[in-house]
Nanobody, 118 residues
Framework: VQLVESGGGSVQAGGSLRLSCEVRGTAYSKHCMGWFRQAAGKEREMVARLDYDGETRYLDHVKGWFTISEESNKSTFYLQMDALKPEDTGMYYC??????????????WGQGTQVTVS
């Protein structure tokens, strides 16, 4: 199983970015999918999660600004990030797995993509 990320970059505060994560090598219909980020000197935190039944969860201070979604026919899920703030800067990772649905750490991870907000 391979998760391939794209879409990071640099943006000014208030701008938007959309991250993509293509899932290869497995049918992820029963997986839960998520986005994590890690800022310099801080622990990795979960930003958003999309369960296989469509339920979504978000880190409190991104609710209303970030949206997780998927296109199952493309085996790809996304993180739309609007109204970005400098504190959103960090390395963003996509992750997925069936065990993730029950709260275990996701078994599959993307390579990470840098988001810088200035």
């Amino acid at each position: 199983v391979q998760l391939v990320e794209s879409g990071g970059g640099s943006v000014q505060a208030g701008g938007s970015l959309r991250l993509s994560c293509e899932v290869r090598g497995t049918a992820y219909s029963k997986h839960c999918m998520g986005w994590f980020r890690q800022a310099a000197g801080k622990e990795r935190e979960m930003v958003a999660r999309l369960d296989y039944d469509g339920e979504t969860r978000y880190l409190d201070h991104v609710k209303g600004w970030f949206t997780i979604s998927e296109e199952s026919n493309k085996s790809t899920f996304y993180l739309q990030m609007d109204a970005l703030k400098p504190e959103d800067t960090g390395m963003y990772y996509c992750a997925a797995g069936v065990s993730f649905c029950s709260g275990a750490p996701p078994p599959y991870w993307g390579q990470g993509t840098q988001v810088t907000v200035s």
